[in-house]
């Protein structure tokens, strides 16, 4: 936990298969893919993987995927991905016991939220805690000085001041789904 990273401070978050070819084009080399079925996750992975870009599938949104080992063995093995993202903490241990990289989701509806995503970050110790909404500066900025891993600000980031505020607050990147924003910086 806490091991500076050096990212491209804006991820580009894949919600449709056609955005696979802008998401191709931004200078990050890691993006999150936050669409797919088991029918054709593998060849969008494919796809991403290469031309260089490290993936992070969103397991919680793949259609036809459990939330068990088998299906983490599968996005391992099979598809190629790098990590995943998901709100289940079981399933992200199980996961980084496979060897895959792991993005904890918090979503900050209310002050309980905030601190029990804080204590099961400080357990799990993520490669990253993607904080949503993360258009919230201070609530960035409290974390960031209460959390000393990476910490990506995503969910409704929609101009380039956002990007500035979530950085200047202690993001180290944020994700969006916002493709005018993919090559902004």
């Known amino acids: 936990m806490g091991k500076a990273v050096n990212l491209y401070p804006v991820i580009p978050a894949i919600r449709t298969e056609k955005d696979i070819e802008e998401a191709l084009a931004s200078p990050s080399t890691l993006v999150f893919l936050l669409t797919g079925n088991v029918v054709n996750i593998e060849e969008m992975v494919y796809k991403l993987k290469k031309e260089n870009k490290e993936v992070f ?27 995943i993202i998901s709100t289940h903490i079981s399933l992200l241990k199980a996961a980084r016991k496979l ?14 939220a905030l601190e029990s995503g804080l204590v099961q970050a400080k357990d799990l110790e993520p490669d990253f805690l993607e904080i949503l909404p993360g258009i919230i500066p201070e609530i960035i900025e409290e974390i960031s000085n209460r959390y000393s891993g990476n910490i ?8 380039k001041e956002q990007i500035f505020a979530a950085l200047k607050a202690g993001a180290k990147a944020i994700s969006t789904s916002c493709k005018d924003l993919w090559k902004i910086l």
Do not use: Y
């Not at 990506?152 to 101009?159: E, N, P, S, T």
């Open 57 to 83: 599938v969103h397991i919680d949104l793949v259609k036809g995927l459990s939330f068990d080992k088998c299906s983490l063995e599968f996005l391992k093995d099979v598809v190629g991905a790098d990590g």
């Open 152 to 159: 990506i600000a995503g969910g409704l980031v929609r101009k």
């Open 99 to 112: 060897g895959l990289k792991i993005i904890q989701r918090v979503f900050l509806v209310d002050s309980g």
